[in-house]
Structures are given as C-alpha cells and as structure tokens.
C-alpha cells in the first residue's frame, strides 16, 4: 500500500461549541441565516464559498466551489454561465446539494433541494453591480469548454473590451444568470470532542413546517 505521509495522524479534536435542539430556530433558513451571521462577524475568508454537486441524469456527480450571492425565504442563490458544465447537468436534473465548512467555526452546513433559475430581472440587476472586468469575463469565457490556449481566452476579453469601450451600460449575456436552491433537507452540523458531533437535520411536513431530527455523529 502506498504510503499515506502522515495523513492517519492529522487529527483536530472540535471543543468550541454544541448544538442543542433547544437552540435552534424551527426554520431551517432562518437558522442559517443566524450562523451565517456568526461566519461574517468572525472575518472567516470567503464565507460565502460553498459546494455546489450535481450530477447526470444517471446520477454521475461532479462538484465545484461557487460563492453564495443571496438568501431568501425561498433558498439560496448564485450566478454562473448556463452553459457550463453545471449549468447543462442542472438542465436534465434538478436536484443538487450544497455544503459550507466554516472551519474556524468548526461548522458545517449540508442542503439538499431543487434548483431553477430566477428570474431574467434578478440576473440583470445582480449583473449590473457586477465589477467590469467580471462583466466582461461573462461575455469572454465558454465556460467548461475545451479551448485550445489561454491566449484565446485573452483574445476574446481583448475583443469584448473594444466591443463595450466608452458604453455605459454592458447587456448580461442570454447564457448567463442565478439559480436558486430550494432546501428539501438541512443538516447543521457542530463538531464535537472526540468526533462525537452534534448533527441536527431538518426536513418539511406539512403547513410550512420542518421535522428536526438528530443524527447520530
């Protein structure tokens, strides 16, 4: 067997805080909403960074880090290309999951849920306070397509740049825009002494309500 150079004795025992049922606010959202919180007033880098899977039709995952843009009753939003890799798997198959790890919190933050995209109004007003250069990358970048070298890609963010040179207003590309998940499952998860963590999972029943449940660690 190859050597594992160490990995078996990297090892943090989580002391910081517990999770109590009696704690916890009924909604799931407005839990997460008190946690995110705590995550901003801790200055933790890129709080808003989290994993977004989805997965073929005939289940084949992929994951990648996307950063929350917003949170509303409804779930959570962030933007991207249509085109992409992710953008083409939530297509054909609507369900994804989403994780946060605050680490410095000793957090985590699981989500389960169906995704669709919002609106064309939200994706424009959202593009529009977008930094230029990031504007202009929409329009440059095929993501999650093969392209032959980078300066293709220096190539297109040269001809956009000329393209909308002295315009006051640069349109949102048609192929891109946000997504919402709508939670269908969350788990709010605190690590514990000796990995005996507290893991608290809420699920809907009916009139608007959520199951909380604990989960054995």
């Known amino acids: 067997m190859p050597s594992s150079s160490g990995l078996e004795s990297i090892r943090k025992d989580y002391r910081l805080q517990s999770l109590l049922e009696k704690d916890v ?3 799931p959202i407005k839990q997460f909403e008190t946690w995110w919180q705590h995550a901003i007033e801790s200055a933790i880098d890129e709080p808003n960074a989290m994993t977004l899977s989805t997965s073929t039709p005939d ?8 950063l ?3 949170i509303s009753d409804n779930g959570f939003v962030f933007y991207t290309n ?3 890799r992710k953008g083409r798997q939530i297509e054909v198959n609507p369900f994804v999951s989403i994780v946060f790890f605050w680490k410095e919190l000793e957090r985590q933050v699981r989500i389960e849920g169906e995704i669709k995209k919002i609106s064309s109004g939200e994706s424009d007003e959202y593009f529009s306070k977008r930094p230029l250069e990031s504007r202009i990358g929409a329009w440059s970048s095929p993501q999650s397509s093969v392209i032959v070298n980078r300066e293709l890609l220096d190539k297109n963010v ?6 909308f040179v002295g315009s006051q207003h640069i349109p949102r590309p048609p192929h891109w825009g946000g997504y919402i998940v709508t939670p269908t499952l969350v788990e709010f998860w605190q690590g514990r002494r000796g990995r005996l963590h ?8 009916e009139n608007d309500t959520w199951q909380i ?4 660690p």
């Open 68 to 70: 929350l843009k917003g």
């Open 25 to 27: 606010d009924a909604y």
């Open 82 to 84: 249509y085109h992409s």
């Open 213 to 216: 449940e604990r989960l054995a």
């Open 158 to 163: 040269a001809d956009y740049t000329n393209k």
């Open 59 to 66: 289940g084949k995952p992929s994951s990648r880090i996307v």
């Open 198 to 205: 507290d893991r608290l999972q809420y699920t809907p029943v």
